[in-house]
């Protein structure tokens, strides 16, 4: 029988530096996201290029939008399309048993690691997740490579669509490791199969699909 082993992603300093931007990037485009973007791209500049050149791609397009137009760019992109999907156990589990564990398991993670979130937010979203690597390197980097298959379905499925937020995953896929075999067979099962669609077992998380507001970057 073939075991999965779980892969050690070596970090470096500008790994938190990067996903502390992204994270802001994923944020909806509140009244303090001029701000998070002028941050953004300092950090940008400080990156390797291959991170750095599509983040900063996504800060130009952004500068170039009306903020009320990013704003309802985001929610027609995040929550009204469930294969732009932000929170990452949606894309393997669906609204099912197994995503109420692994919602549960994200959530005592951050626990041990003495993250606690606010009752408003759900531990899988990607900026939330981002957030923790920011904090927690070692931690946050086995997280993401855990969900690399939603992760890159979510990013192939921003860039089909032509979003400027499909910029801002190529630079948190660019913080990874290269896809290997297994990585890239689960992409393509997830990407043929779709998630489950069992509507039962998610208490006391509610469904992405259904939740009225984004769980990062405050009120709209």
Same mark, same amino acid.
């Not at 790994?15 to 994270?23: D, K, L, P, T, V």
């Not at 932000?86 to 993670?109: C, E, F, N, S």
């Not at 899988?124 to 298959?149: I, K, N, Q, S, Y």
């Not at 199969?193 to 507001?213: K, N």
């Given at each position: 029988m073939k075991r999965k082993t779980t892969r050690t992603v070596r970090t470096d300093l500008w790994h938190s530096y990067a996903w502390q931007a992204q994270s802001l990037m994923l944020?909806?485009?509140d009244e303090d996201f001029e701000q998070h973007l002028a941050l953004a791209a300092r950090v940008a500049a400080t990156l390797p290029d291959p991170v750095a050149r599509p983040l900063l791609r996504f800060i130009a397009h952004a500068?170039?939008?009306?903020?009320?137009?990013? @704003? /309802?760019?985001?929610? @027609? /992109?995040?929550?009204h399309r469930k294969r732009c999907c932000l929170y990452l156990t949606y894309h393997a589990h669906g609204d099912t048993r197994k995503r109420g564990t692994a919602l549960l398991r994200l959530k005592q993670t951050y626990a041990v690691a003495g993250c606690r979130l606010g009752d408003d937010e759900l531990p899988d979203h990607l900026a939330v997740v981002l957030e923790f690597a920011a904090t927690d390197p070692a931690t946050g980097a086995r997280l993401l490579t855990e969900h690399r298959a939603g992760l890159e379905l979510l990013r192939l499925a921003l860039n089909d669509d032509g979003s400027p937020w499909a910029h801002v995953l190529d630079s948190v896929s660019a913080t990874l490791p290269a896809l290997a075999g297994d990585d890239r067979e689960a992409v393509m099962r997830l990407a043929a199969e779709g998630p489950p669609e069992e509507q039962v077992g998610l208490d006391p998380y509610a469904s992405?699909?259904?939740?009225?507001d984004p769980v990062v970057g405050g009120p709209r």
């Amino acid at each position: 029988m073939k075991r999965k082993t779980t892969r050690t992603v070596r970090t470096d300093l500008w790994h938190s530096y990067a996903w502390q931007a992204q994270s802001l990037m994923l944020a909806y485009p509140d009244e303090d996201f001029e701000q998070h973007l002028a941050l953004a791209a300092r950090v940008a500049a400080t990156l390797p290029d291959p991170v750095a050149r599509p983040l900063l791609r996504f800060i130009a397009h952004a500068r170039q939008t009306a903020p009320e137009d990013l @704003a /309802t760019m985001y929610v @027609a /992109t995040f929550d009204h399309r469930k294969r732009c999907c932000l929170y990452l156990t949606y894309h393997a589990h669906g609204d099912t048993r197994k995503r109420g564990t692994a919602l549960l398991r994200l959530k005592q993670t951050y626990a041990v690691a003495g993250c606690r979130l606010g009752d408003d937010e759900l531990p899988d979203h990607l900026a939330v997740v981002l957030e923790f690597a920011a904090t927690d390197p070692a931690t946050g980097a086995r997280l993401l490579t855990e969900h690399r298959a939603g992760l890159e379905l979510l990013r192939l499925a921003l860039n089909d669509d032509g979003s400027p937020w499909a910029h801002v995953l190529d630079s948190v896929s660019a913080t990874l490791p290269a896809l290997a075999g297994d990585d890239r067979e689960a992409v393509m099962r997830l990407a043929a199969e779709g998630p489950p669609e069992e509507q039962v077992g998610l208490d006391p998380y509610a469904s992405p699909v259904f939740l009225p507001d984004p769980v990062v970057g405050g009120p709209r």
